[in-house]
Structures are given as structure tokens and as C-alpha cells.
């Protein structure tokens, strides 16, 4: 089983809708849990960052966390075209080893 | 003022030939990285240098070499470079193991 799984999408939604994208991971010593966003032929940005469970709202974002069925999500309200890109979920684990990024979800909001 | 920057952004190459990619980030972070994205966009780590210290050596042929001078600069040399080498290369730091990265924009590596 790998680390961290994400669905690739791609994921399509018309503009002011509600997006939910989501990831699993095997490891429960994980407790440091992000989002990042990446633009095409961008850098990855970290968008959200929690520690350990529980929900995190910035604005339109909120990340949630729920460690006993290893399960994080991140939800996006009154979705916008400028949302379109793709989004990586990291999980980490102590100092010294490097986050784990699940393989994204490719998100398309159109107007 | 561009935090992590990476230069130079495209590389386009032959077979064969040896090659570096230059990071430097001017945020005051303690640790560095360097991840490969291949075309399906999957991010995987190679290597992490924390104070100049080489922390993290994943799984990566050792035609790989990193070099770090100090502790805001973190080079990647490649030789004999492989058509799989292409993808792009992401530099990344961090205050900390385990706080949020700031990635550089990438080079974009094309084995020819």
C-alpha cells in the first residue's frame, strides 16, 4: 500500500460550486498534514497546513483531518476559474524525513 | 524578491552529457530540498540537506550529486544523462522539518 493516495481526477465543476478533494494514508505515526496548489508549470504553494486532526479555515479553504481513519480532505467553497489547478496533498512525520506528496488532483472550475 | 530561485528554468540536452542545476533561497530556512515531479505530476523526494548536511539521500542513481555550499545555496550535478532523467526538478526549503515548504518554479529537464 502506498503512503499517501490521492485520485488523480481529473475533477471538473461549474463555477460556485462546492469542491472536495481528498486523500488517505497508511502511516498513523503521520501528524503534520498540507495542501499545496500548483499552477501548470508552476511551483507547488502551500495553501493549507495542519497539525495533527482537526479543521482549518482560511477564507474559502478548509482542510480537515481525521486521524483515526487516516483521511484528510480539503474543501473548496464558492469555487472560482482561478481555482483551476492542480492540488498535492503532504503528510509528514518528524524532523529529519522529508514530506510525502500524494500524485494531486487536477481541478478545472469553469466559468 | 523571489524567494527560492532556480536556474536555469528550461534545459534541453543530449544523451550522455553532464549537467547542474543551480537553487538559492533567501528566506533564512535551515533546510533545503530537491524533488522530482515526472510527467503524471507525482512529487518525489531525492535529496534534503539541513545546514549544509546532507539528511535525506532517497533511492536516486548516483549520477546524482548534490552539493550545498551553505546553508541558502543547494546545487544539483547530473552526468551521463539518461532519456528517464526528464522531468522537472523542484528545489524547495524549509524553517524545520516539518513546516510548510516554499518550492522554487522548477527546471524543466529534456533529455534528448
Known amino acids: 500500500q502506498k503512503e499517501v493516495e490521492q485520485d488523480p481526477g481529473p475533477l471538473s465543476v461549474p463555477e460556485g460550486a462546492i469542491v472536495s478533494l481528498n486523500c488517505t494514508y497508511s502511516?498513523?505515526?503521520?501528524?503534520?498534514f498540507m495542501w499545496y496548489r500548483q499552477y501548470s508549470r508552476k511551483g507547488p504553494e502551500l495553501l493549507m497546513y495542519t497539525y495533527s486532526s482537526g479543521n482549518k479555515e482560511d477564507g474559502r479553504f478548509t482542510a480537515q483531518v481525521d486521524k483515526s481513519s487516516k483521511y484528510i480532505s480539503l474543501f473548496i467553497r464558492d469555487s472560482q476559474p482561478s481555482d483551476s489547478a492542480t492540488y498535492l496533498c503532504a503528510i509528514g512525520n518528524q524532523a529529519g524525513t522529508a514530506l510525502i506528496f500524494g500524485k494531486g488532483t487536477t481541478l478545472s472550475v469553469s466559468s | 524578491d523571489t524567494a527560492v530561485s532556480q536556474t536555469p528554468k528550461y534545459l534541453v540536452t543530449q544523451m550522455g552529457n553532464d549537467k547542474s542545476i543551480k537553487c538559492e533561497q533567501n528566506l533564512g530556512h535551515d533546510t533545503m530540498y530537491w524533488y522530482k515531479q515526472d510527467s503524471k505530476k507525482f512529487l518525489k523526494i531525492m535529496f534534503s540537506y539541513n545546514n549544509k548536511e546532507l539528511i535525506i539521500n532517497e533511492t536516486v542513481p548516483n549520477r546524482f550529486s548534490p552539493k550545498s555550499p551553505d546553508k541558502a545555496h543547494l546545487n544539483l550535478h547530473i552526468n551521463s544523462l539518461e532519456l528517464g532523467d526528464s522531468a522537472v526538478y523542484f528545489c524547495?526549503?524549509?524553517?524545520?522539518?516539518?513546516?510548510?515548504?516554499?518550492f522554487g518554479s522548477g527546471t524543466r529537464l529534456t533529455v534528448v
Open positions: 502511516n498513523s505515526a503521520f501528524q503534520y
Open positions: 524547495a526549503s524549509s524553517q524545520g522539518g516539518q513546516s510548510g515548504y516554499t
